[in-house]
């Protein structure tokens, strides 16, 4: 079955710490793999998306991540982290748009100035 | 100027009661769609239309019922609610190409009390 683990609940940082947020799919077929961000009150917004080519994609608002077959990963990084980051982030896997998209659990992000 | 808007934002209502949530979209996307958030923050997809035609209809009680009078509106209708329908509701759109960016609303908070 088709699904995206996201193992980290709930993440801490201190302003311009880097990030590193983990997402592992099981997908019968090449993935297509997305990040959205969901800020409170707010709905999601896609930071990035991988579909093929260069595994290392890059987003907007300074994020990448990088897609790893063999490990079934898509881990998403920002090298410093800003205070508006915090929110929750979501790992999302599917074929394409018309197709469903299934989500991960979620990570939340709290940022400490 | 609102890409993907829903009302209301918040719906509070008792057991028992039939209620409906609007969605309109202004990018003149052909595919819609419904997600459901519970209380975990897990996303879920529940319906896609794609130029008014149900797509995707997941295992979704059938007191659900989406309805599509044109390819910019998918509004959700939902009798008899139970107190097991809180959620946030989310409705989304893309256009039906494979690279296709989904945009989602802000969300309906629904509570049954």
């Known amino acids: 079955a088709q699904s995206v683990t996201q193992p980290d609940i709930h993440i801490t940082v201190s302003e311009g710490a880097s990030l590193e947020l983990r997402c592992n799919y099981s997908?019968?077929?090449?993935?297509?793999l997305f990040w959205y961000v969901q800020s409170p009150g707010q709905g999601l917004q896609l930071l990035l998306k991988?579909?093929?080519?260069?595994?290392l994609v890059q987003g907007i608002k300074g994020f990448e991540a990088e897609f790893k077959r063999s490990q079934s990963s898509f881990n998403l990084r920002k090298p410093s982290v800003h205070w508006s980051d915090a929110a929750e982030y979501f790992c999302?896997?599917?074929?394409?748009?018309?197709?469903?998209?299934?989500f991960g659990t979620g990570t939340r992000l709290q940022v400490f100035p | 100027d609102t890409a993907v808007s829903q009302t209301p934002k918040y719906l509070v209502t008792q057991m028992g009661n039939d209620k409906s949530i609007k969605c309109e979209q202004n990018?003149?996307?052909?595919?819609m769609y419904w997600y459901k958030q519970d209380s975990k923050k897990f996303l879920k997809i529940m319906f896609s239309?794609?130029?008014?035609?149900?797509?995707i209809n997941e295992t979704v009680p059938n007191r659900f019922s989406p309805k599509s009078p044109d390819k910019a509106h998918l509004n959700l209708h939902i009798n008899s609610l139970e107190l097991g329908d809180s959620a946030v509701y989310f409705c989304?759109?893309?256009?039906?190409?494979?690279?296709?960016?989904?945009?989602f609303g802000q969300g309906t908070r629904l509570t049954v009390v």
């Open positions: 990018l003149g996307h052909d595919t």
């Open positions: 991988y579909f093929s080519g260069d595994t």
């Open positions: 989304a759109s893309s256009h039906a190409d494979w690279d296709a960016e989904a945009f």
């Open positions: 999302a896997v599917g074929r394409f748009n018309t197709d469903k998209l299934i």
């Open positions: 997908y019968g077929a090449t993935p297509y």
């Open positions: 239309y794609n130029n008014k035609e149900l797509i």
